[in-house]
């Protein structure tokens, strides 16, 4: 599956944005995370969604300020970010695994989409 993120930009702190992936296969086949990296740090999870359940799940940095949610018509999926700060700036990565377990790792997923950037100034 080819994954493509959008949605990056310049914000300021407390404004919100949203991150769109698309998928060319049926996205609801994958377990879909979204992963960033700011510059000099490791790759981090931020949010996943189940493939069979559509359960959710984020990192403690993001919970309360993220959400992830799926279209599975449109083969999308997106992660609304609100209540921005400048810790949030990096680049963005959506990912995709076979298997139903939302996993934290990043080697655990098979593909990824281009990173879409997001600055968030104070």
């Known amino acids: 599956v080819q994954l493509q993120a959008s949605g990056g930009g310049l914000v300021q702190a407390g404004d919100s944005l949203k991150l769109s992936c698309a998928a060319s296969?049926?996205?609801?086949?994958?377990?879909m995370g979204w992963f960033r990296q700011a510059p000099g740090k490791e790759r981090e999870f931020v949010a996943g969604?189940?493939?069979?359940?559509?359960?959710?799940r984020y990192a403690d940095s993001v919970k309360g300020r993220f959400t992830m949610s799926r279209d599975s018509a449109k083969n999308t999926v997106d992660l609304q970010m609100n209540s921005l700060n400048p810790d949030d700036t990096a680049d963005y990565y959506c990912?995709?695994?076979?298997?139903?377990?939302?996993?934290?790792?990043?080697?655990?997923?098979?593909?990824w989409g281009q990173g879409t950037q997001v600055t968030v100034s104070s």
């Open positions: 969604i189940s493939r069979s359940t559509g359960s959710t």
């Open positions: 990912a995709a695994r076979g298997t139903a377990i939302i996993s934290t790792t990043p080697r655990a997923y098979d593909y």
């Open positions: 296969g049926q996205i609801s086949a994958y377990t």
